[in-house]
């Protein structure tokens, strides 16, 4: 649901998603876990979305929605196949599978298409997700960042959000597409990651805890948390 007290231009960028249309599983044409591709009013073909309704989606109560937006190269399909352990939606350990059980809505929506990157330009999903939360956090709940840092605040001295805002940010040490302690890189100067998890600290007035290494269950990987 789409809130009147929005700015009409924000509004108007927001797509009104039904609680539940037509559905595929009604018409044994689908999965339980299938998802239906759907146009975005008044925006070009391409920027489409996916969208999962849970299988005991009520349309007459409020459903909790999860934006799932995906990163550099990748696209709505993309997303739905990396969130499952097999790259098979209909998994139970799905991303769609866990929307079923716990009942909410799943939207993996497409930012820039494929094809259209040029040097300097790109669609980085955690910097939007940074972005978003910052802007409209009377929208969305929380966020979880995957390999990203804040770099609309970072190159824009974006202000803070209206409220405390929970946040999960994961990242590898050795990221080369976005480097944790930031830098130069093909497309530009990135934000460092450290830089961007003590910003959002101090915005939500959160103390820095100490660091803590998790056992390394499987040493050959190349991989720690």
């Known amino acids: 649901m789409i809130s009147e007290d929005l700015p009409m231009h ?3 960028t927001l797509p009104r998603i039904p609680l539940r249309p037509k559905s595929p599983v009604e018409s044994g044409k689908a999965s339980p ?9 008044n925006w070009p073909a391409d920027r489409n979305y996916k969208i999962h309704y849970p299988e005991n989606c009520d349309p007459p109560n409020p459903t909790p929605v999860m934006v799932v937006v ?5 696209d709505a399909g993309v997303m739905e196949n990396m969130t499952s352990p097999d790259g098979n939606p209909s998994n139970p350990d799905s991303l769609n599978s866990l929307a079923d059980r716990e009942g909410f809505v799943v939207v993996y929506h497409n930012g820039t298409p494929l094809g259209r990157f040029r040097k300097g330009r790109g669609w980085n999903g955690g910097a939007m997700a ?7 956090s009377d929208r969305f709940a929380a966020i979880a960042v995957v390999a990203a840092g804040d770099q609309y605040a970072y190159a824009n001295n974006t202000t803070e959000p209206e409220r405390d805002m929970p946040l999960m940010v994961m990242h590898g040490e050795k990221d080369p597409v976005w480097p944790y302690e930031g830098g130069s890189i093909a497309f530009g100067k990135m934000c ?3 830089g961007s998890v003590e910003k959002w600290a101090g915005w939500n007035q959160a103390e820095l805890k100490s660091t803590e290494l998790l056992p390394d269950v499987d040493p050959n990987d190349g991989t720690r948390v």
């Open 130 to 136: 940074y972005r978003m939360a910052a802007e409209m």
């Open 10 to 12: 924000i509004r108007q």
């Open 70 to 74: 995906h990163g550099y190269t990748h």
């Open 33 to 41: 876990n299938a998802s239906v591709e759907k146009p975005v009013p």
């Open 192 to 194: 460092t990651v450290p």
